[in-house]
């Protein structure tokens, strides 16, 4: 008799856990095969990502696995819907680590499924291993678009708007107030943040519109600033931000009240990382059929700046050139 606590071997896990997230998905073969099958589509193209998280690094050590799997599947989704892509399926690698028993492992699938079900997409494959260090996973996600019609980091031109989704800073704060490191803010505000930096929300709503509109894009992982400026190195054009029109949560401005000095506090905003958002430059002529779509599909897309001739990225404040000393995360 083994108990739900217990860990299971590797097969057990796959066949119990993972088969499920796998049903309804013939490309997957009931992982019962060495590989998966994915039949091309013409006139598509097949778009492909991956994104690892380690604990102690992406996510803290006592951060309910649910959660954690949850967020690895969506910062994957968010490199797609960054590229305009329509989400497909995913691979998943996993190395359980010893804190991993029986009912953790189960609550990483079930998070999983729950996402499955919410962005309609399937497991097709993996990896399941142990180690005696830190939890790792990874997910290679899979995503459609039309022939030719994936969105590059390269494209932006002089005179294009720079545009981004939803709200920027929230994955900063959100960090902070996971530690319990985020004072002068209300509980409820705090708890908001804290869900945020655990379970971004990738704009797959947002990526039809993204591939008709944007010239160039990017997703919003390592902090706004770091991210824009790759849209500036692979345009090679300059990009200006004004941290005025920086799009903010309610948690996020009544965190700015409590600050005396609002440039250098909207900076850390624009230089956190974790939002999981999307910046693009935007000809001026499809600013306003991006705006008014995302408004209908319930996800603000704010301008705030301007794509220039020149290079990096020249972050404003009341139209006044602000100093950036760290554009975002960077792993050594
Ligand atoms: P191999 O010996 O080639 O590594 P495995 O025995 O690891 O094959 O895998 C058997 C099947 O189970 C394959 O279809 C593989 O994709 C699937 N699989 C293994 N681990 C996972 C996982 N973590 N998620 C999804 N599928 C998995
Ligand atoms: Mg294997």
Known sequence: MTSAAEPTDEFDTIERLFRPLAQGAPEARGLLDDVAVIPSRPGQDLVVTKDAMVEGVHFLAEDPLDLVARKLL??????LAAKGADPYGYLLSISWSKRCDGLAREAFAAGLREDQAHYGIKLFGGDTTSTPGPLTASITALG???TGRTVARAGAKPGDVLMVSGAIGDGWLGLQAAKGELAHLEEARIEALARRYRLPEPRTVLARLVRDHASASADVSDGLVADAGHLAEA???GIEIALDHL????????WLEHRVDPAASLLDLATG????????????????ALAKGAERAGVPFTAIGRVVAGEGVQVMFEGQPVEVRHAGWRHK
């Not at 799009?247 to 009544?254: E, Q, T, V």
């Not at 990382?273 to 306003?288: F, H, K, S, T």
Request: net charge neutral; glycine share 6%.
């Open 247 to 254: 799009p903010l949560s309610r948690a996020a401005k009544a």
């Open 74 to 79: 969506r910062v994957n989704l968010s490199d």
């Open 144 to 146: 459609w678009t039309p």
């Open 273 to 288: 990382g974790d939002d999981y958002e999307i910046v693009c430059a935007v000809r001026p002529d499809r600013v306003e």
């Open 235 to 237: 345009g090679k054009v």
